[in-house]
């Protein structure tokens, strides 16, 4: 069946270095793929998604690579903000999901200024 | 558009009693999600609707959860009777599209003692 893995949390890093959170999925056909990120005390929201291969997904300075080779997403962006912490989650729906899209288990990331 | 709207924000009860948790979907979605999260377990999907119709209500746990859409406006997730095990935050979501974005509403952080 379709699955998610992603980086386990937490992630601590300072203001202004780089982020890589790894994400890599198992799907039957050809998924669509997403960035979902929750701050605190707030509902999951979609930072951005991609829907098919080579396709980049960006937004707020992150962005993402839907590789189909290696059935990675990876988030990753340049130089992280304090306002960036949050828990950050990876998705992804095809036909065989139905109507559902599976989330991975997040990834939390704290920034220290 | 005011986005998904979930009543109440915080619930606190004592165990045995009923709740009752509501949701307004954005108008025009024709998909209303039902999801638990814990520390433990994590983002859990309960149940969806499509079109006010239940479709899949694998991920609820047991007799004691029960799910309504009487209408496209509105949905409800009833617990009766609720348990300490059941507190958690509950999110309600949208989407126009099954496979595509959901949007979430800001949740119901249940309380039970």
């Known amino acids: 069946g379709n699955s998610v893995t992603q980086m386990e949390g937490p992630v601590t890093l300072s203001e202004e270095a780089f982020l890589t959170i790894n994400c890599t999925y198992t799907a039957t056909g050809y998924p669509s793929l997403f960035w979902y990120v929750q701050y605190p005390g707030e509902g999951l929201q979609l930072l951005l998604k991609?829907?098919?291969?080579?396709d980049k997904g960006s937004n707020k300075g992150f962005e993402a690579t839907y590789r189909k080779e290696t059935t990675s997403f990876h988030l990753e962006k340049g130089s992280v903000q304090v306002s960036d912490s949050a828990v950050y989650f990876c998705?992804?729906?095809?036909?065989?999901?139905?109507?559902?899209?599976?989330f991975g288990s997040g990834t939390r990331l704290s920034i220290r200024p | 558009d005011a986005g998904v709207i979930q009543s109440p924000r915080h619930e606190v009860t004592e165990m045995g009693q009923e709740v009752t948790l509501r949701c307004k979907p954005i108008?025009?979605?024709?998909?209303l999600f039902w999801y638990r999260q814990t520390m433990m377990r994590g983002l859990e999907l309960l149940i969806y609707f499509n079109n006010n119709v239940p479709i899949d209500d694998s991920g609820m746990p047991e007799d004691r959860f029960s799910a309504k859409m009487p209408n496209a406006s509105f949905s409800t997730l009833k617990i009766q009777p609720s348990e300490p095990r059941d507190s958690a935050v509950y999110f309600c979501?949208?989407?126009?599209?099954?496979?595509?974005?959901?949007?979430f509403g800001p949740g119901t952080r249940l309380t039970v003692l």
């Open positions: 998705a992804l729906s095809d036909w065989s999901s139905a109507s559902k899209i599976i």
């Open positions: 979501a949208s989407s126009p599209q099954g496979r595509d974005e959901q949007f």
């Open positions: 991609a829907t098919k291969a080579d």
């Open positions: 108008s025009g979605h024709d998909y």
